[in-house]
């Protein structure tokens, strides 16, 4: 099956620890972005890539981190200069205009 | 970035009694998404409209682009309790969408 896998569901971190989220497609998708999602708020945009090995910042970057060494994969860095971690981290992809979403991260730092 | 108003931010129906969220914006818009998500769930595509004063349908939902092509509204006809959940629309080139807040749908029987 095609789709969009984002692992663990679940992570909790300690604070000052830097985290990695993981976000893999086999949609064969071009663009891939990643969001952060806080209770009863919109999506807002931390980074997308366009094509391997070159992404670019979104509305609130500060703080985090990413690569894109291979097309099916997109890993977000959360650093412990991010002021405010805890929320809900989306991955997506997207080949024309539609985006598609992975499960998404919930992420609790304590 | 361009930016977009969502109202309501919450409303609560009965079962079969209508919604309908409004998505403004004050700048003319190329084209506007539509993205349910489904409490705990993630954003998931329902809809492009791209002309003016398009209208498109799916079921019990209804899309419209305003003429100006500056607002859009999702109504939805006889809620049920499966259209419970979060409403967003989003607006942007492909390379790069801003979402609006979101209306939050709740349905009781």
């Known amino acids: 099956d095609g789709g969009i896998t984002q692992s663990p569901k679940y992570l909790f971190r300690k604070e000052g620890q830097n985290v990695t989220l993981s976000c893999e497609q086999n949609?064969?998708?071009?663009?891939m972005y990643w969001y952060r999602q806080d209770p009863g708020q919109g999506l807002r945009l931390i980074y997308y890539s366009q094509i391997v090995n070159d992404f670019q910042k979104g509305d609130i970057a500060e703080g985090y981190s990413v690569s894109r060494e291979k097309k099916e994969s997109f890993p977000l860095t959360v650093t412990s200069a991010q002021k405010n971690p805890t929320a809900f981290y989306l991955c997506?992809?997207?080949?024309?205009?539609?985006?598609?979403f992975g499960p998404g991260t919930r992420l609790t730092v304590l | 970035g361009q930016q977009v108003m969502q109202i309501p931010q919450y409303q609560h129906v009965q079962e079969g009694e209508d919604f309908t969220t409004y998505c403004n914006s004050s700048t003319t818009l190329s084209n506007i998404q539509w993205y349910k998500q489904r409490p705990g769930g993630h954003p998931v595509f329902l809809i492009q409209?791209?002309?003016?004063?398009e209208v498109k349908k799916q079921k019990r939902l209804t899309f419209q682009f305003g003429e100006a092509k500056k607002n859009s509204s999702l109504h939805i006809t006889a809620t049920q309790t499966t259209d419970v959940g979060t409403y967003f629309c989003a607006v942007g080139t492909a390379s790069k969408l801003t979402f609006g807040t979101g209306t939050r749908l709740q349905v009781t029987l």
């Open positions: 409209l791209v002309k003016s004063g």
């Open positions: 997506a992809s997207s080949l024309y205009n539609e985006q598609f």
């Open positions: 949609l064969n998708h071009d663009a």
